[in-house]
C-alpha cells in the first residue's frame, strides 16, 4: 500500500493483471492454472453475468466450492465484488443445515458453486461459475461503482462455542496493506507458496488475498493428504508453506519429512490455532531450512495479528503486533492490566474493523472502539510478547482451580509417544469439573498410568488429568480446530476409552 491509499479487491485484480498479465496467479495441483489476465477476464465475464440475472449492488452471493475448484472460486469471488455485490465463501464441507441456516441468515440472493456440487435449497437461484461466465461477457458490463468502504464479504465462524456469526468485512479491511509496486510484494524469496486452508475459512481468504497481492504464484492440493502435501513440497519446492497445527502433526507423525526433500522451504508458517512448543521444535527439525512461524488473529479480528518468530526462548510466545495493529489484555471491566496479569485478550485493527452481520448486539460485545475481544485469556509480558493462557470457554474450573487447558497440553506434547492432544473438562461428584484428557498415541499400547507419570514432574496436582482416553483422531471443524465439547459428548461412546489402568 501506498501511503494511505485505501484500495477495493477488484483494483488490485485490475493493477495486477496490467503488470503481470502472463503471471501465474494459482495453481490447483492436477486440475488447472490461472493466470491475472484470466482472472481478470473470467471475474469480468461473471460479473456481467450476475447484473445479467438481476444481482444489485449489495446483495449477498454465497459461494459454494469444494477446494479442487480453487480456481473457479477465485473467479466467482472477484466477480461477484466487481458487481458490487458482497461474497458470502461457504465451505462444501458444512453440513446441509448449517448451509441453509448461513444462506438464511445473510439472505443471499444467489448461489454460485462448483462443478460437481449440488446447489442448496432456498429462495435463490444458483448455477456453476462457467454457466454465469457464459450469459453477459465483458462488453456488455458496466462500472458498478466499487468503494473501499462496501461491504466486500461476509464469513462465518466455525462455531467452536455456539452458532456460526456472519462476519462482514469491506473491501478496505481486505486490501489493508496488500502492495502495487512489484518490487515491494511479500514472499519475493519464493516462487510459489504452498498452502491447505479450506474454502470459507479466514485463513482461505487470506490465501485468495496472498494470490492478488504476492510474489509467488498460490498454489493448493486438490484436496489434503500428508502424503500429497509433502510430495507437493519435493515437486514444487515452495519457498513459503502455510499448515494449520493439526497438518503438520499429520506429516510429521507419517515420517514424510524423513523421506521427502523439504530444504526448499525457507518459511513455514502457521495459522488457525497456537503451534504448542513441542510440536514447533518437530517442524524446526523437519524443515531444517526453515523460519517457523505463529499468526495469531481471528475471522472477527483480521488484519489485525501477532506474528512469532519460533523462539526456543520464548517457546510459548504468540509474539507482538504487526502491521499496524495493537494489542491490550484487560480486566472484566476493560481496563488495560500491567504485563505479565492475566486477562481477557484484545487486539486493535491498523484498519476499518469488521463486525457481526445482521447482529448489532453481538457486535456491541465484541467490537469496541476499534478493538476487537479475542474470545482468549492471556498475558503480555515485559517486552510486549502475547502469551496465551486458554479459551475462555476451555478454561476449566476444577474445585477453587482455574486450570489452562492449552499448558497441560503443551506438556502432553512433550511426550514422545503422544501424537495428539486436547485437554477438557467431565463432570466430577467433588470438585464439580474434573480434568480429562484425550490423546491419538503414536503406536499402540499407551497407558493412562504412564501418561499421568510423565505428567507429574510437569504440571500441577490439580492440572494433572483425571482420566486419560485414547482416541484414533481428535473433532475438528473446517479450519483444523478441535471442537471440545464434541469429546465431552462422547464420554459414552465406544470411540473413546480409558487406556490401561
Known sequence: MTGLTAYTVPELLRIRAEQEPDGVAMIVDGHGTMTFAEWDRRSTAVAGGLAGRGVAHGDRVALLFGSRDWIDFAVAFCGVLKAGAVAVPLSDRLAPAETRYMLEHCAASAVLHGRDL???????????TADVESGLGPASYGDARVRPADLAQILYTSGTTGRPKGVG????????GCVTQPNRRRFAHSRHLL??????????????????????????????TPGRFARMIETYRPGTVFMVPSMA?????????????????LLLG?????????????????????????????TEAA???TIMIFDRDRPAALGRPAFGGALRVTDEAGTPLPAGEVGEVWMRSPTSTRSYYGDAAASAQAFRNGWVRMGDLGYVDADGYLYLVDRESDVVKTGAFKVSTLQVEAALYEHPRVAEAAVFGVPHPVLGTALAAAIVPRSAGLSATEVRAFLMDRVARHELPERVFVVDDLPRNRSGKVIKK????????????????
Open 486 to 501: 464434541e469429546l465431552s459428548a462422547l464420554l459414552g461412546d465406544s470411540r473413546l476409552h480409558t487406556e490401561g489402568d
Open 169 to 176: 468485512a469491506s473491501h478496505a479491511n481486505l486490501a489493508y
Open 303 to 305: 488484519p489485525a495479528q
Open 118 to 128: 449440488a446447489p442448496p435449497d432456498g429462495g435463490h437461484w444458483a448455477a456453476a
Open 270 to 298: 502457521s495459522a488457525a490455532a497456537a503451534l504448542p512448543p513441542a510440536l514447533s521444535e518437530r517442524l524446526a527439525a523437519a524443515f531444517p531450512n526453515a523460519t517457523v512461524t505463529n499468526y495469531y488473529t481471528s
Open 249 to 265: 502433526i499429520e506429516l510429521l507423525n507419517a515420517g514424510l519429512h524423513e523421506r521427502h526433500d523439504m530444504s526448499s522451504v
Open 195 to 224: 498452502h491447505a486452508f479450506p474454502i470459507g475459512t479466514n485463513a482461505g481468504q487470506t490465501m485468495l488475498l496472498n494470490a492478488l497481492d504476492a510474489r509467488p504464484a498460490v498454489l493448493t492440493p486438490a484436496r489434503f
